[in-house]
């Protein structure tokens, strides 16, 4: 069972578990990052909930190969597999402007340029062209649309989208 995560903490998913890498408790981790940085040897990361230390990370052809402290044979890595690799929002490096975590967008309002309330953002879909936000609308039915501007807009704590778009 995931252990509850402290109020007012949130944790960014980085990586998951793809499965194990040879017989001593390596792990091949998918990236959700642009790259390894915040994936560094010595770093605290949650696996599947469970505070783990990065005792050594790699890059390899496709996915990285990582260990973690206390996963010292196949079985254990195996059965890590599908885990989320988790790092806790406040300790990672301040972002540039016009730059986000899918987490930081998840959950906040949506109004149309009047300020009428179109929904919440429920999701951040990625297809290669750019972000799709996942739209909850207070009917209950959702809809995709580009984050892209004019169509949706990050405004500090709301995303100003133009509803024509809203299927």
Do not use: W
């Amino acid at each position: 069972m995931k252990p509850p995560v402290p109020e007012g903490e949130r944790r960014i998913a980085l990586a998951a578990v793809a499965g194990a890498h040879g017989i001593s408790g390596e792990v091949r981790l998918k990236l959700f990052a642009v790259d390894l940085s915040s994936l560094t040897k010595g770093a605290t990361v949650f696996v599947g909930g469970t505070p783990r230390t990065i005792t050594a990370i790699k890059p390899a052809d496709k996915m990285p190969i990582a260990r973690f402290e206390g996963v010292a044979d196949r079985s254990a890595a195996e059965a890590l597999r599908g885990t989320l690799v988790e790092i806790d929002r406040a300790v990672l490096a301040p972002l540039d402007e016009g730059e986000y975590y899918h987490a930081d967008i998840i959950g906040l309002p949506c109004v149309d340029d009047a300020g009428v309330a179109q929904g919440r953002v429920v999701g951040i879909e990625n297809y290669g062209a750019s972000d799709l936000l996942e739209i909850e609308r207070p009917d209950g039915k959702r809809a995709l649309i580009p984050f892209t501007d004019p169509i949706a807009v990050l405004d500090g704590d709301h995303v100003t989208i133009d509803p024509d778009f809203l299927a």
